[in-house]
Each structure stands twice: as structure tokens, then as C-alpha cells.
């Protein structure tokens, strides 16, 4: 069966549903100031307070206790409403409140910039960062409203670096609740699906207009797993939208990444069996021992032996440092699959260069706490960092080698393989 006659893609098709922008971009309101719409809206509160630091200077959360920091100060702070999750962001981190999402510094843990909405039900998400340096990170939230127009749900986007208000859009409840609309969302759009008797579909939204951009369709005998709201068949990243599913019709399993902002099918892996894997993807803002951080379960076997690792754009497994190195790291943290042809229960994916320093520093560690990994010595002065004591320890994060990352991150691969060689030896 031709690709063409198992796959319908569109843009602007038949079924388009369009919404509305309801703001220009660039809008900021300073702390204490309120924006109404217009008469049939309800009253929206937006602030940006200074932290008395420029918004380059407030840092990604990088361990636990600087999330628990953070919860902690929301926690004794009874004007805001209540907390529902912490997500690490690029600038700071952002709490995601029943009523908003509040921004917090992670050294000052003063408040950055809120958007609160009064007396409504708040759903929100933070958009992915799959390159350390992309700045275009964006705070989606979702909520009932009403206007001259008659559209009941609005979607607003911050900019999670200044708090300013990038886009406002309004829809018809027909297409989505505010639960839907930033279940799967990224710096441009948010995505929704519909599964009727014939196939199941996937829709992107702007986050700018409201309007439909492309839909697309899986093979008719197809289905991705989405009931589950934990449901790790769905990403949506930074660059893509990728779908892990299974065909009952032929026994074949697939997935496909799909350009974000065109639905362009960029690429596509597909296997015999009947259970589609299960998607984890390497954040580049994941805290080490969160759900999100596969690049640990990585390095204490948390997938177990049945996993491979995907690069973006990628056609193959990649088995990266420091196994590729040290095979025999196996013994301690078990190795991705690298037949590309054997069915994993689990692909982990993310972007090349990230993964190959992300992953040997999770490993780094796994390595010191079994008493493996030796790093007192001057050679391995270079992969450290020293933190606000004065000591100098391994970072938790790439971000923290200030100076080539990516050629810090292959010492540290070689390091590792001579540990293990002693180890061995």
C-alpha cells in the first residue's frame, strides 16, 4: 500500500475550524495593573515585578531543592491561588496555579512576572526548549471566557523570558476545552485529535490567529493511545510533533515526527508487533530524579535493557557516549538497543548534541555515588565546576560548563572509560 493512499495531509482543509486573534504582540502590563477587553470578559490581572536583575540573568532550576524552594515561597504566600506544578523553565521557574502561572527567580525567589486570571479555572503547559539556546520558550494558558464575538475559550501565550503577552486568540469550545488546548502545545501551536469511525486525526492550531494550519491523518487500522492523560505516545517538541502508534491491519508499529509549524512528515521508523513504544524524551530542562528526566533513567536503568535512542532527523539507533566508549558500562547502566530493527518498548528521543552531553554527565554521577568514577585527580579539574561555595564539584547540567559544553562532555566520556578500565583492570 502506497504512502499516498495510507496517509491524508492537509492544510486548510475541509474541516478547518478558525478562531480569532484578539491581541497585537508586545503587550506588557506592570505589576498591579489589570487589562479588560472588552465588557463580556472577565477581568484578567497581568503583572511583571522587578527582581532587581535583568531577565538574562535569572537561571533554569537545576536539582529538587530548587523547585522545593520555590514551592515552599508559593506555599507561605497566601495572594495566589493554589499551586498545581513547577516546570523548570529557561528564565526562572514557573508555577502553574489553578487560577495562572506565576513566574519565581530561582536565587532571589521574588516574582518575576504572573498572568492571573480571577475567579476562573486555569489550565496551563510550557512550551519545550530542545536547544539550550533557543529563547522563544512560551507559557500557554487556556480558560472559559466570552466576548462580543461569542467565542467561550481563550489561549494566551507569555514569553516565559520577560512575562510579556506574545499572542491572545479566541475559539468555540466546539474544537477544544481549556484542558485539551494545552495538553500538547509548543512555541507556535497547540494540537488537538479526533478520533472518529475512519481514522484518527491530528490538528495543529496557531497560537498567534487561532486558525487551523494542517491536519494530519493516520493509515485507516492505525491508532495512537491517547485516553490516558499520561499517555506516552504523544511529544510535542520544540521543532516537531511525533506519534508513536500501532496498525492492527498489517502488525506494524510506527513513528513519525511531523514538522510543528507545516505538519511535514520529517521522518518515520516503523517495526513488526502490535505494541507501539512508549516515548521519553531528553529535556533540556528535565531536573535530575523528575518524571521528565529520561536522560537519568538512562544512566540508572531506569527503561531496563528494552530501549533505544533516536536523534532528531536521525534514521537509525544511536548507542552514544559514554557506551559507545565503554561497552562494558552495560554492567551498571544498561545500553540502548542498537538493531534498529529489534522493537524497543521504550525510544527515547531528543536532539543529537544535547543527548551527547546530557546523558554522560547522568551517567557521571550514577558512576560517583557506586564509587566507580574518580574525579580528584588534575585531569579532572576540566569537568568540573565550582558552586557558590567555592567548591569544586561536576554540574548537574551542561549549561553549567560555560565554556565548550560539547568538548567538556567528551573528557568526561573519556574519563569514564578510564574508570572502567581500571574498574576492570
Known amino acids: 500500500m502506497s504512502d499516498d493512499s495510507r496517509r491524508r495531509f492537509r492544510i486548510f482543509g ?11 504582540a508586545g503587550a506588557v502590563v506592570l505589576a498591579a495593573s489589570a487589562l479588560t477587553i472588552s465588557s463580556y470578559v472577565d477581568l484578567q490581572h497581568e503583572t511583571v515585578i522587578d527582581t532587581g536583575t535583568s531577565p538574562d540573568d535569572a537561571r533554569q532550576a537545576f536539582t529538587q531543592d ?9 506555599r507561605d504566600d497566601s495572594t495566589y491561588g493554589e499551586l498545581r506544578r513547577l516546570i523548570p523553565t529557561r528564565y526562572g521557574t514557573v508555577a502553574l496555579m489553578d487560577n495562572g502561572a506565576i513566574s519565581v527567580d530561582n536565587d532571589t ?3 518575576r512576572w504572573s498572568y492571573l486570571v480571577n475567579d476562573k479555572e486555569v489550565s496551563a503547559n510550557v512550551t519545550d526548549v530542545s536547544n539550550v539556546g533557543f529563547d ?4 500557554v494558558l487556556a480558560f472559559d471566557s466570552f466576548d ?8 494566551v501565550a507569555i514569553d516565559v523570558k520577560t512575562g510579556e503577552l506574545v499572542s491572545e486568540s479566541a475559539c468555540s469550545k466546539n474544537i477544544a476545552g481549556p484542558g485539551d488546548v494545552v495538553r500538547w502545545v509548543t512555541a507556535g501551536e497547540w494540537f488537538r485529535e479526533e478520533d472518529d469511525s475512519k481514522s484518527q486525526e491530528f490538528y495543529a ?4 490567529s487561532g486558525e487551523q494550519q494542517w491536519s494530519y491523518s493516520l493509515p485507516i487500522g492505525c491508532s495512537v493511545t491517547t485516553d490516558d492523560r499520561d499517555s506516552k505516545s504523544v511529544l510535542a517538541t520544540q521543532r516537531a510533533l511525533v506519534l508513536s502508534y500501532s496498525c492492527s491491519a498489517n502488525e506494524t508499529v510506527h513513528i513519525v515526527t511531523l514538522d510543528r509549524s507545516t505538519g511535514e512528515q520529517t ?9 507501539a513504544p512508549s516515548l521519553a524524551y531528553v529535556d533540556t530542562l528535565s531536573v535530575p530524579g523528575s518524571a521528565s528526566d529520561a536522560a537519568g533513567k538512562m544512566a540508572d536503568g531506569g527503561f531496563g535493557k528494552d530501549y533505544a535512542v533516536l536523534y532528531f532527523g536521525s534514521r537509525e539507533n544511536e548507542v552514544p557516549d559514554p557506551w559507545k566508549k565503554t561497552p562494558e558500562l552495560d554492567d551498571i547502566s544498561p545500553s ?11 525510544v527515547v528521543i531528543g536532539d543529537g548534541a544535547f543527548i551527547d552531553m546530557q546523558v554522560p554527565l547522568r551517567v557521571a554521577h550514577r558512576l560517583l555515588d557506586e564509587g566507580v568514577l574518580n574525579l580528584d585527580d588534575a585531569v579532572s579539574a576540566s569537568v568540573l565546576v565550582e558552586d557558590p561555595d567555592g567548591e569544586k564539584k561536576l554540574p548537574v547540567h551542561p549549561v553549567q560548563w560555560q565554556i565548550q559544553p560539547d568538548e567538556t562532555a567528551i573528557n568526561l566520556s573519556n574519563l569514564i572509560s578510564d574508570s572502567m578500565s581500571a574498574k576492570s583492570g
Not at 521522518?267 to 505494541?275: A, I, M, P, Q
Open 136 to 139: 522563544g520558550q512560551r507559557v
Open 267 to 275: 521522518g518515520e521508523r516503523t517495526w513488526s508487533g502490535s505494541d
Open 109 to 111: 525567589l521574588k516574582i
Open 66 to 74: 530548587d523547585l522545593e524552594s520555590v514551592a515552599s515561597f508559593l
Open 205 to 208: 492550531y496557531s497560537l498567534e
Open 14 to 24: 475541509a474541516r478547518t475550524w478558525k478562531c480569532s486573534a484578539l491581541a497585537a
Open 336 to 346: 540502548p538497543i542498537k538493531d534498529s530493527n529489534s522493537l524497543p518498548q521504550t
Open 148 to 155: 462580543f464575538l461569542g467565542n467561550d475559550l481563550r489561549v
